[in-house]
């Protein structure tokens, strides 16, 4: 089957912690992104990929990083200088940068405890 | 800035009777759009897009309408089922692919049996 796989779903983290998210597409997209989805706000960007090795900041980088060192996958790690770290993260995937169908993986649910 | 909204945040609709969620955009610009379904926990799905040149789109038991003249995008679903029942957004980008998806905050489509 192709898609986009997140894990873990649930992940907890004590403050001060690094923690990294999983993002793996086997649908050969060239596009991948992180967004965080907060209750009663429409999805925010974190960052996005529109090639290996490429990466762009969003709207909300701040205290977070990526890679892109293959097409596959795009792991996100919260650092410990993201103030507000709790929240559901989504992985996305889409052909072309922007302007297709973006396909999202299940989630990863972050609390900080 | 520019920003997607809804006009209702919940709807409750009785099974077997169509639902009409609407979404109003103030991007003039934005020229492709897309309603995803979310279900609780879970990543959004993709349900149907339309691109700035049609006015209306059918898919299976779903229509999506585009009014450009009031910045107005709506989706229709026919004969609701409990499977229905989900948190709905839509989505809009401009600039023919070289803006980012901008995200609205959803409205959560109860279906009563």
């Known amino acids: 089957d192709g898609g986009i796989t997140q894990s873990p779903k649930y992940l907890f983290r004590k403050e001060g912690q690094n923690v990294t998210l999983s993002c793996e597409q086997n649908l050969n997209h060239d596009a991948m992104y992180w967004y965080r989805q907060d209750p009663g706000q429409g999805l925010r960007l974190i960052y996005y990929?529109?090639?290996?090795?490429?990466?762009q900041k969003g709207d909300i980088a701040e205290g977070y990083s990526v890679s892109r060192e293959k097409k596959e996958s795009f792991p996100l790690t919260v650092t410990s200088a993201q103030k507000n770290p709790t929240a559901f993260y989504l992985c996305a995937s889409s052909i072309t940068l922007f302007y297709n169908e973006q396909f999202f993986g299940p989630g990863t649910r972050l609390t900080v405890l | 800035g520019e920003s997607v909204g809804l006009h209702l945040p919940t709807l409750s609709v009785q099974e077997g009777d169509n639902s009409i969620i609407n979404c109003a955009y103030s991007?003039?610009?934005?020229?492709?759009f897309i309603w995803y379904k979310q279900e609780s926990g879970k990543g959004p799905q993709f349900i149907i897009d339309?691109?700035?040149?049609?006015d209306k789109r059918q898919g299976q038991r779903v229509t999506v309408l585009l009014n450009k003249t009031v910045k107005h995008l709506s989706l229709q679903i026919a004969a609701t089922q409990p499977g229905d029942s989900a948190v709905y957004f839509c989505?809009?980008?401009?600039?023919?692919?070289?803006?980012?998806?901008?995200f609205g905050t959803g409205t959560r489509l109860t279906i009563i049996p």
């Open positions: 991007n003039s610009a934005s020229d492709y």
């Open positions: 339309i691109r700035s040149n049609m």
């Open positions: 989505a809009e980008n401009g600039n023919f692919g070289n803006e980012k998806l901008t």
């Open positions: 990929s529109q090639i290996v090795n490429d990466f």
